[in-house]
């Protein structure tokens, strides 16, 4: 695949100057699969746009002058709590593929997709940073045990389930029958899985690759086989939140799949609350979802979570300077963080509790 971008292209400064660069270099099919959401993309702006309608109050008075970002997260000491979600295709974007991403995200914890464009051991084999695996659970238990096994095997230090995906939800930028990837690209952690589409002569919501009849048992059944911490992506509502955590998953995430599946849910910013009282710090809460700026990280901090996933900004990114860009937006998003850290009095994240955010 030609690729257009100069060999050093200047890094872009905040992550919305990385997105538009990224657009610049996209064609329409690609641009339209990054960007868009579920139907009108309400759910999609709104994870973005709440953030600005929650107010810091920031204390003064407070040395500063030393700012610890670290976060504790399943056995793993991290140097600030800002992952890499699980995103599809990166070869797409950038010739260097999940490779690149893998390189620019040593020092966190880089969560692969199930729909990566290169094998899970291929990267793990190489990878300077602590990987997790995301699933999205095929119907076919055999498979799906295999598929984990040998993502464990290879190193995976947790496993994620994603769990708001039994269909595909309306995505009007991108054709409902999913994205052709060009020739040489594959999906290989699908393996026989390879037929992802459903039979276009059949009217049905259903495909082939997901499992419209994953259940708490079916749940049950990874955690007790996967010989790794298992988290649970795609909770919004405090009652699953609760019901998994019963079942044995060592971490949650709040996550609306980025607006992608079911328009008109809530932002995650505001689900966070109601999850994180359900479970009552019995294991970690993470958010996924709409995190533009270090305020935005220190919001979910405060709100309860234990850390935060970025998608789309590592895929602007990639796609603007591969392992550099996506270096460089962490590195953004960490240095705005601790600006605000600073600014708000606060010295750490077990520190930034919700009195730091404005109440009427």
């Known amino acids: 695949m030609s690729d ?3 060999a050093d292209p200047p890094l872009p400064g905040t992550l919305r100057d990385y997105e538009r660069a990224a657009m610049a270099l996209l064609g329409d099919d690609v641009a339209g699969y990054l960007a868009g959401g579920a ?13 600005a309608g929650i107010r810091l109050a920031p204390r003064v008075l407070t040395d500063v002058r030393d700012l610890d970002t670290s976060a504790d997260l399943l ?23 999940e490779h690149a991403t893998a ?29 997790w695996f995301q699933l999205n659970p095929v119907p076919d238990a ?49 393996g026989g899985y390879g037929g992802l589409r459903p039979d276009p002569a059949a009217r049905s919501i259903y495909r082939p690759a997901l499992d419209a009849g994953f259940t708490a048992h079916d749940l049950a059944r990874i955690v007790a086989e996967a010989g790794a911490p298992v988290v649970a992506k795609g909770v ?5 939140a609760a019901t998994l955590v019963d079942l044995g998953v060592a971490g949650i995430i709040v996550s609306n799949h980025g607006g992608r599946n079911l328009d008109t849910v809530p932002a995650t910013i505001d689900a966070l609350p109601g999850v994180v ?3 009552g710090g019995r294991v970690p809460v993470l958010l996924d979802g709409g995190i533009r700026r270090g305020t935005d990280v220190l919001k979910a901090i405060a709100l309860g979570a234990r850390a935060v996933l970025v998608g789309r900004p590592a895929l602007w990114g990639l796609t603007a300077g591969g392992a550099d860009g996506v270096r460089h937006v962490i590195d953004v998003l960490r240095t705005e963080l601790e600006m605000a850290m600073a600014l708000c009095g606060v010295t750490s994240l077990g520190a930034a509790g919700s009195d730091i955010l404005w109440e009427e």
């Open 4 to 6: 257009p971008r100069p």
């Open 236 to 240: 919004l509502r405090a009652d699953d």
């Open 142 to 190: 055999d498979f799906v045990r295999e598929t984990v096994r040998g993502a464990v095997t290879a190193g995976a230090r947790a496993i994620v389930v994603t769990l708001d995906t039994p269909v595909a939800g309306t995505r009007d930028r991108q054709s409902w029958n999913g994205l052709d990837l060009p020739g040489g690209m594959s999906y290989p952690m699908l």
């Open 39 to 51: 139907a009108d993309e309400h759910s999609t702006r709104w994870n973005a746009d709440r953030f």
């Open 75 to 97: 056995g793993t000491r991290l140097e600030h709590p800002i992952l890499l979600a699980p995103t599809g295709a990166h070869r797409l974007f950038h010739p260097g593929g």
């Open 103 to 131: 390189a620019g995200a040593a020092g966190t914890v880089y969560v692969v997709s199930s729909y990566s464009t290169t094998a899970f051991a291929d990267l793990a084999a190489q990878a300077a940073g602590p990987l």
């Open 277 to 279: 009282r359900a479970v």
